[in-house]
């Protein structure tokens, strides 16, 4: 069965296509990855299927209710405890031991009554994830989530994401720059091309946790380079 699953997919600003006729299936419990350089359309898609955006077209657009997005900014209202952002607008009958629960997931077991401007960056993201796990959603759209953390931070969540995916394996797109990240991750990459049209659908077909000397990885991340046209850039 498929998560998402897109026919023709259109989406226009003025008189500017951003996705031209995009077709796209994702299968249950995957966890898909998708580059592309800036401009061509990634947010765009994770807007649309969110049900932020409904200024496309499409001929089929099917996608789960249950769903949830995490943002590059964690986006978290400073004016609430942690934990009740956590739960912001969840309707459960003990929110205070979902927000707990959904916390400890994250490894921030002792953070429910802090005010978030207290939090690092990287615990910040780790809220805003526990803030999309608490809806406990089929389909989990990751908009560059961890593109403003150190390389660190970012191993750390990259182990967190894996983990999680593992124990309750929804689907996950995740939206990336960052060819090595959707390496370490991904059971499939996917690469947004001009006018959101997919010029790359690659399987990793690689046991977790990724080995980033492994040779296999290596070939595709070259692949991916090429075709994102970084390699050349940096080249020219
Ligand atoms: N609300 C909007 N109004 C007008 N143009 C928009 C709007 N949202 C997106 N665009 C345009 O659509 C194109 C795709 O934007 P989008 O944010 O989806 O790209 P992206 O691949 O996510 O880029 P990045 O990697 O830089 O985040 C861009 O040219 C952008 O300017």
Avoid: C
């Avoid at 997919?9 to 296509?17: E, H, K, V």
């Avoid at 660190?152 to 593992?166: A, D, F, Y």
Wanted: net charge negative; hydrophobic share 45%.
């Amino acid at each position: 069965m498929s998560t998402v699953h897109l026919e023709s997919l259109r989406r226009s600003f003025g008189g500017t296509r951003v996705i031209d006729g995009l077709n796209l299936s994702i299968p249950d419990g995957q966890l898909v990855a998708l580059l592309g350089r800036s401009g061509s359309g990634k947010s765009t898609l994770v807007r649309i299927l969110a049900g932020l955006d409904d200024g496309y077209e499409a001929e089929v657009l099917t996608r789960p209710d249950s769903l949830a997005v995490a943002f590059q900014e964690p986006r978290l209202f400073p004016w609430l405890r942690v934990w009740r952002n956590v739960v912001f607008n969840l309707d459960v009958p003990d929110p205070r031991a979902a927000a707990e629960r959904a916390l400890a997931e994250v490894g921030l077991e002792g953070k429910a009554d802090v005010w978030p401007l207290t939090l690092s960056g990287g615990q910040a993201q780790r809220v805003s994830l526990a803030r999309a796990l608490a809806r406990e959603p089929r389909l989990l759209l990751l908009d560059e989530p961890f593109g403003a953390l150190d390389a660190l931070t970012r191993r750390s969540m990259h182990g967190l994401v894996t983990e999680l995916w593992q124990r309750y394996r929804p689907t996950i797109l995740l939206i990336t720059h960052d060819v090595d990240e959707a390496l370490a991750l991904a059971d499939r990459v996917l690469v947004l091309g001009e006018e959101g049209s997919l010029v790359t659908d690659v399987a990793v077909d690689r046991p977790r946790p990724r080995d980033p000397s492994d040779r296999e990885l290596g070939r595709l991340r070259e692949e991916l380079l090429g075709t994102l046209g970084v390699r050349d850039a940096l080249l020219a």
